[in-house]
């Protein structure tokens, strides 16, 4: 059997099983929208610590992140420090969430906002805004599979075929059985993509430089631009301190926002197991580093690939791998790629019909579950489309939707801690924030010392949330309590 | 310590290491000689204070189980 082949046979093996997994794994969820969206409530910490790890690296961290290490050196090392900045407030938030969920039967982060914040048009901006976010973050997530498939078979399968054929799988499962798959297929995936990371990351450096010290030591005697922080910018010029270190605040503040991450915080099934799952979270973050190491590896290859996001396939097949770890190296890319897809495509649809929809519609049970399918597959067609057009780079794009949801913060910190917060409030505050973010990011050229605009965004969100909502008259003590004091 | 001390060391502790990888503070640990661990200085400097988070998380939660049972 030629390599192609034995590589081609493993890939489709890895999504016969990840479809297998997701199929199966809904059989035990009830046939409800909470079924659907927050799995009846019932994770326990293994599903918990894969979903939110294998979730929240995806292939922007598998691919963008050596690809950052290979052309930008040490500003990569910004993605290696916001992960755990952004999921340690969710020790204290995640269970305070949680209770609220219980308490009210939220499954969506819009729920709980414009449960203590009543107004529809907040539930339609919220809506918007994870639509707007979430689309090019899924395109990242197509990008990344179609150009793993396309570069290990040499272009026998361009990255639209690709794409097409990874995201087809995510689709089944997910229409199939919601959450429930999400998680156990990013359990399975978690596990391969960590494994493979690991692997290749130590491997590498060894078998091309003789360890990862004198990888190390031939860059910075060749390159010491790129062992410099704040490292260089897309265009191979020094990147700013306020970029690097804007990109920091608002990468974390923005994980620690994400709706379909929130989200899961009404899937667990117990308290316990949401902090034990933010304690266990650097463990997977410390990934990053062979992730690193494998596109720091590219540095000194004599050959270039023709983008830096395709560093980690070309150096795989390039270094005289048997088929098989090709095969498995594959796998891993697809898993990080899949893990985060399905869990944004399920997020995305959820979040439209219950934040978008329902407020304004009353949908029966079975109505809503059949327009999340609908709104899935036609999430999924979008960001296909925009993943075919290579015009940004994949954690270009992913900083750009950092920005965005970076602005549910202050509204959301509101809601579970602020007594004297007001609808009106939250509602410019978020518009205002918005509005600053999706300029700055319009208009780059703009920015004061390079800051990240989703960061220049909360500088004018949190004093609009604080006069207004002082300037107005304070919401019913009873009504807050419930929020506030749980 | 009790829960309320390991509550105010976990928060000052992810305030802290906000500031340790960034701006200035970051600026000063800037160098990637002498290698840790064969990893240049700043990116062991970052895993430092990520691993650091899992050991006062674990002690937090430790504190947590201990009040939860007295």
């Known amino acids: 059997m030629d390599q192609s082949t034995l590589i081609t046979l493993i890939i489709f093996a890895y999504l016969a099983v990840t479809l297998g997994v997701g199929v199966v794994a809904g059989r035990r969820a009830s046939r409800s929208v909470q079924g659907f969206v927050a799995g009846d409530r019932d994770f326990g910490l293994l599903v918990m610590y894969f979903i939110t790890g294998a979730t929240v690296f995806s292939a922007f961290a598998f691919l963008g992140g050596p690809g950052w290490a290979y052309s930008r050196g040490a500003a990569a090392f910004y993605i290696l420090t916001y992960g755990v900045l952004g999921m340690a407030p969710w020790y204290a938030m995640g269970p305070k969430a949680a209770a609220l969920g219980r308490r009210f039967g939220f499954v969506t982060q819009a729920q709980l906002l414009v449960g203590r914040f009543p107004s529809r048009t907040l539930s339609a901006v919220m809506a918007v805004l994870t639509l707007a976010a979430f689309v090019p973050?899924?395109?990242?997530?197509?990008?990344?599979?179609?150009?793993?498939?396309?570069?290990?078979?040499?272009?026998?399968?361009?990255?639209?075929?690709?794409?097409?054929?990874?995201?087809?799988?995510?689709?089944?499962?997910?229409?199939?059985?919601?959450?429930s798959a999400v998680g156990w297929t990013?359990?399975?995936?978690?596990?391969?993509?960590?494994?493979?990371?690991?692997?290749?990351?130590?491997?590498?450096?060894?078998?091309?430089?003789?360890?990862?010290?004198?990888?190390?030591?031939?860059?910075?005697?060749n390159h010491p631009e790129l062992l410099s922080?704040?490292?260089?910018?897309?265009?191979?010029?020094?990147?700013?301190?306020?970029?690097?270190?804007?990109?920091?605040?608002?990468?974390?503040?923005?994980?620690?926002?994400?709706?379909?991450?929130f989200m899961k915080a009404y899937t667990a099934r117990s308290d316990a197991t949401i902090r034990r799952t933010v304690i266990l979270f650097p463990t997977f973050q410390l990934f990053l580093i062979p992730v690193f190491l494998i596109g720091f590896a590219g540095v000194m290859f004599p050959e270039s690939p023709e983008q830096s996001d395709f560093i980690l396939p070309f150096l795989i097949l390039r270094s005289d791998l048997p088929a098989l770890v090709v095969g498995l190296f594959c796998a891993g890319a697809l898993s990080a790629s899949m893990s985060t897809g399905d869990?944004?495509?399920?997020?995305?649809?959820?979040?439209?019909?219950?934040?978008?929809?329902?407020?304004f519609t009353r949908l029966t049970d079975r109505a809503q579950r059949l327009l999340m399918r609908v709104l899935v597959v036609a999430v999924g067609a979008a960001a296909y489309l925009f993943a075919l057009v290579e015009r940004f780079s994949l954690v270009d794009l992913l900083l750009a939707s950092y920005g965005i949801i970076a602005q549910f913060m202050p509204s959301l910190l509101s809601a579970m801690y602020w007594k004297r917060a007001t609808t009106a409030g939250v509602v410019w505050g978020l518009v205002a924030g918005s509005a600053v973010s999706v300029f700055f990011f319009r208009f780059p050229e703009l920015k004061p010392f390079g800051m990240h605009e989703g960061i220049l965004g909360l500088v004018v969100h949190i004093p609009v949330l604080l006069v207004v909502s002082l300037l107005g008259e304070a919401q019913d003590p009873d009504h807050v309590d419930r929020y506030v004091n749980v | 310590m009790t829960l309320h001390q390991w509550q105010r060391i976990a928060w000052t502790y992810h305030i802290a290491f906000a500031a340790a990888v960034t701006w200035p503070v970051q600026a000063l640990v800037n160098t990637p000689d002498p290698f840790v661990l064969g990893l240049p200085r700043q990116m062991a400097w970052a895993a430092f204070w990520v691993l650091g988070s899992l050991f006062v998380l674990w002690r937090l939660d430790a504190a947590r189980a201990r009040s939860d049972d007295a």
């Open chain 1, 137 to 179: 973050y899924v395109t990242i997530q197509m990008r990344g599979a179609g150009i793993v498939i396309e570069a290990v078979t040499d272009g026998a399968v361009p990255l639209a075929a690709g794409a097409a054929l990874a995201y087809g799988i995510v689709l089944l499962y997910v229409l199939t059985s919601g959450v």
């Open chain 1, 186 to 221: 990013n359990t399975f995936q978690g596990v391969f993509m960590v494994g493979i990371a690991w692997a290749l990351g130590i491997y590498l450096p060894n078998r091309l430089y003789g360890g990862v010290g004198p990888m190390f030591e031939q860059i910075l005697a």
């Open chain 1, 229 to 261: 922080l704040p490292g260089l910018d897309g265009a191979g010029e020094p990147w700013s301190w306020g970029a690097y270190s804007t990109a920091i605040l608002a990468s974390a503040i923005g994980l620690t926002m994400w709706p379909h991450l």
């Open chain 1, 343 to 359: 869990a944004l495509l399920h997020g995305a649809a959820s979040v439209a019909v219950q934040d978008g929809v329902q407020p």
